[in-house]
């Protein structure tokens, strides 16, 4: 990559906004784009890099990162505004889809954009709105094209330096829905302890200081579990529908290897319950419902 190579980046949300910011800080020509195109401007004005108005805003670009809600939007951000941002790009352009996305349609859009002379690349991240903004996150890299990760490689590194190589394209996917199911599994499980050692009469803080220095202690019950569950706060910056999406992937993984996964159903089956109640709320909010679920069970 040289200091001329210019970058796209499509979806500026909880976690898009700061991974751009990283990238844009880096010193690289940067042109960002989401559908809320005040958003657009606003993270633009902030890092210093180009707001897209049209996909033809998009040419001559060498690299796209994508950081959009599924595999369907990754799709249309790329196909269905306008004339469509890959008519633009440069010959031998690298698409970097960051998303959760689903390993399955990851693999078949690798086969699309080959068509189009475009590599794809799965880098999925971990670590939240914190660690995108610290420049921390894990990230899952899957592509067995060595040409396309080179040139990618500097500007996923912009972004953090924990990178795992998962495999061929659509392993980074899927090793980032494993990773989610097992933290929703955390979850799930701290809510369901926090429920029902209150109605024991155990005090909230109790319960989150006992687990996190026994070995009920995780990720989720140090970071997520005080602020955002005990104290009520929920203010992850990961909602619920994103959360629900990421196990089902996972779910459907497990389908696919023909591994009937009961606790990923169960986690699965938890969260959508909760998800067709309260709506898209912050995921941490989701303890409400389990707690009004078994008052109303109870009674
Ligand atoms: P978000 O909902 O905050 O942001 C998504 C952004 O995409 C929004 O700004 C939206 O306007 C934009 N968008 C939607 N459709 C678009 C389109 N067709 N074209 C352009 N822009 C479009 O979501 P998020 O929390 O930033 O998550 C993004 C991805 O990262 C998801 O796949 C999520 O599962 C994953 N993820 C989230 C977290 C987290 O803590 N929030 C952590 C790791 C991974």
Not at 17 to 39: E, F, K, T, W, Y
Not at 215 to 229: A, K, Q
Request: hydrophobic fraction near 45%; charged fraction near 15%.
């Amino acid at each position: 990559m040289n200091e001329s190579t210019k970058v796209g980046f499509i979806g500026l949300g909880n976690m898009g906004a700061p991974m751009a910011a990283n990238v844009a800080h880096s010193g690289i020509d940067l042109i960002v784009r989401d559908a809320d195109q005040n958003l657009a401007s606003k993270i633009a004005y902030a890092s210093g890099a180009v707001a897209a108005s049209s996909p033809s805003d998009f040419a001559e670009v060498e690299i796209v990162v994508t950081m959009l809600p599924t595999s369907t939007i990754v799709s249309q951000a790329l196909f269905d505004w306008g004339d469509g941002v890959v008519h633009h790009l440069a010959p031998d352009a690298v698409i970097v889809d960051m998303s959760s996305s689903d390993p399955t349609q990851t693999k078949e859009l690798g086969k699309i954009l080959k068509g189009h002379g475009i590599a794809l690349i799965d880098a999925p991240v971990s670590g939240g709105v914190s660690k995108a903004t610290t420049g921390e996150l894990s990230i899952m890299l899957g592509c067995d094209n060595a040409e396309a990760i080179a040139k990618a490689l500097p500007i996923v590194e912009s972004m953090s330096s924990v990178i795992f190589r998962t495999g061929d394209l659509g392993s980074g996917h899927a090793m980032k829905a494993l990773n989610n199911f097992v933290a929703a599994a955390a979850t799930t499980a701290a809510c369901e302890a926090l429920v029902i050692g209150d109605r024991f009469g155990l005090d909230q803080h109790t319960i989150l200081n006992v687990l996190n220095s026994s070995t009920g202690r995780s990720w989720v019950t140090e970071n997520v579990l005080g602020p955002h569950v005990v104290d009520r706060e929920y203010g992850s910056g990961f909602s619920l529908a994103l959360y629900s999406k990421d196990v089902g992937i996972a779910k459907n993984l497990a389908a696919a290897v023909d591994d009937p996964a009961p606790v990923c159903t169960a986690v699965a089956g938890a969260m959508t319950n909760a998800l067709s109640t309260l709506g898209n709320v912050d995921h941490t909010e989701a303890i409400t419902f389990w707690e009004q679920e078994r008052t109303t069970r109870g009674t």
